[in-house]
């Protein structure tokens, strides 16, 4: 329809003259009494304040760039014409013959083709993540193994490298408790850096609460000095802060108050 060139004209009038010509008024808008009425051939009129053409053809290409919700039963259509349009276009058949190259495909084929590769790529990273896990949980023997008496409370303190994630760091202390018998008091504090800030889990077993090392405790007190804050349960709990370099201090606060409550 619009594919004709149809005259456009702007016509000031009262309002009531504008709606007995069957002006459409858009979006909910108020209007005085005195309107700007344009008309687009036998195709449209309406209510509209901005500039236009004077005939339809001076838009020539018209490029839809996208719609959107902008109210209760109101939507909002993008769009670019004319120059602009044929410019658009371009860079996208521009960024067309760029993918076209690097995944060797016609334009056709290439919604299937990235959609294959993007899953390629998320396998790979499961696969990566899986391993990295298994890596990390290798080092709990060791760890279990030269964990320090306090008072008959076994402690396994101390920094793992840097870049492991709060749920692999809390499934490594997890690990690295049980792997040390039940009946022994046990608490497991290890600290990291991810995403360049300190990070700490902390767990204890029951025979330990049963002597007070509670969890809960010792996060907060190893992310006040970390420069944070922290919490959970008595049984195991997280936390954080903004210094990395705080990690030793934050080491040593804890080993005190395990010292003072076995």
């Known amino acids: 329809m619009l594919s004709r060139e149809l005259d456009v004209t702007a016509e000031i009038m009262s309002i009531d003259e504008a709606k007995k010509q069957g002006a459409i008024a858009e979006f909910g808008e108020k209007y005085g009494e005195r309107v ?45 014409v004319g120059v602009d349009a044929y410019n658009f276009l371009a860079k996208e058949h521009t960024v067309v013959a760029q993918l076209q190259e690097l995944v060797k495909g016609r334009p056709e084929e290439l919604p299937e083709k990235i959609a294959s590769m993007l899953g390629k790529l998320k396998d790979a990273e499961k696969e990566i993540e899986k391993f990295r896990a298994e890596k990390v949980l290798q080092a709990a023997a060791g760890l279990a193994a030269n964990a320090q008496d306090i008072h008959g409370v076994a402690l396994v303190i101390g920094q793992v490298a840097d870049g492991i994630g709060a749920d692999d760091l809390r499934k490594l202390v997890l690990d690295v408790r049980v792997r040390i018998p039940g ?14 800030r300190p990070l700490t889990v902390i767990a204890t077993n029951e025979a330990a609460r049963e002597r007070g090392l509670k969890a809960g405790d010792l996060v907060r007190t190893a992310a006040k000095t970390l420069g944070g804050g922290g919490g959970g349960k008595p049984d195991v709990a997280q936390g954080g802060g903004q210094n990395p370099a705080a ?10 108050l395990v010292v003072e409550t076995a």
């Open 36 to 80: 700007r009425v344009v008309t687009i051939g036998d195709f449209s009129k309406e209510l509209c304040g901005g500039t236009h053409v004077g005939n339809t053809s001076q838009l020539g290409l018209v490029k839809l760039l996208g719609e959107s919700s902008i109210g209760s039963g109101v939507r909002r259509v993008e769009a670019l």
């Open 183 to 196: 009946d022994r008091p046990t608490v497991v504090a290890l600290f990291t850096v991810a995403n360049d």
């Open 247 to 256: 990690i030793p201090e934050a080491i040593s606060a804890v080993e005190r």
